[in-house]
Antibody, heavy 126, light 110 residues
Framework: DVQLVESGGGLIQPGGSLRLSCAAS????????MSWVRQAPGKGLEWVSV???????YYGDSVKGRFSISRDHSKNMVFLQMNSLRVEDTAVYYC????????????????????WGQGTLVTVSS | QSVLTQPPSASGTPGQRVTISCSGG????????VYWYQQLPGAAPKLLIY???QRPSGVPDRFSGSKSGTSASLAISGLRSEDEADYYC???????????FGGGTKLTVL
């Protein structure tokens, strides 16, 4: 059964650091694109970061330079290192497997997230 | 401000058919597939529709998706109380080179 389980969330002061973990079962994270998506309280979904199967990493503008995504093949886990945390980073963070391909002559990316983990809450507050 | 525009709310009575729209532009909805996610209260999002109109295994055929030009729609027929949830559309934004979501639509079953 394909499953993702996040951990590592909690209460942290502004300026602090936190490392989120995502444990996968039923598939290999190294063979897939893996993304983090967050949801601020009462708000919508915001894509945060992705690590490609080849190892390339990308970030949303709001976290670029502060967050870092990585993976551990032996543990079949994905991580999100969050530094210089801000109050506006408060959210539930979801880990998700991302399906990605490029279509047509223009190679337009097509991507979707399935499955999602249950999420882990990060609260940044003094 | 979300890149993809959805109505903040929608409602219907049991058995009714409701539609939720997702409008965008030529750099995303107009050139890519649209995906839909269902988020039940207190739960994680779940893939509902992929590639505009395809249903993953296990999703009832009461749910259907469509796309025309720069707009997409999610239709739910035979509305049931358990369909009460938040629904999000998503796509790739080719100008921003990133994944984008709509602001979400809260569906209430009256």
């Amino acid at each position: 059964d394909v499953q993702l389980v996040e951990s590592g969330g909690g209460l942290i002061q502004p300026g602090g650091s936190l490392r989120l973990s995502c444990a996968a079962s039923g598939f290999n994270v190294s063979d897939n694109y893996m993304s983090w998506v967050r949801q601020a309280p009462g708000k919508g979904l915001e894509w945060v970061s992705v690590i490609y199967s080849g190892g390339s990493t990308y970030y949303g503008d709001s976290v670029k330079g502060r967050f870092s995504i990585s993976r551990d093949h032996s543990k079949n886990m994905v991580f999100l290192q969050m530094n210089s945390l801000r109050v506006e980073d408060t959210a539930v963070y979801y880990c998700a497997r991302e399906f990605f391909y490029e279509s047509g002559s223009r190679k337009i990316p097509q991507n979707w997230f399935d499955p999602w983990g249950q999420g882990t809450l990060v609260t940044v507050s003094s | 401000q979300s890149v993809l525009t959805q109505p903040p709310s929608a409602s219907g009575t049991p058995g009714q058919r409701v539609t939720i729209s997702c409008s965008g532009g030529s750099s995303h909805v107009g050139i890519t597939h649209v995906y839909w996610y269902q988020q039940l209260p207190g739960a994680a999002p779940k893939l509902l529709i992929y590639a505009n109109n395809q249903r993953p295994s296990g999703v009832p055929d009461r749910f259907s998706g469509s796309k025309s030009g720069t707009s997409a729609s999610l239709a739910i027929s035979g509305l049931r109380s358990e369909d009460e949830a938040d629904y999000y559309c998503a796509a790739w934004d080719d100008t921003l080179s990133r994944r984008v979501f709509g602001g979400g639509t809260k569906l209430t079953v009256l």
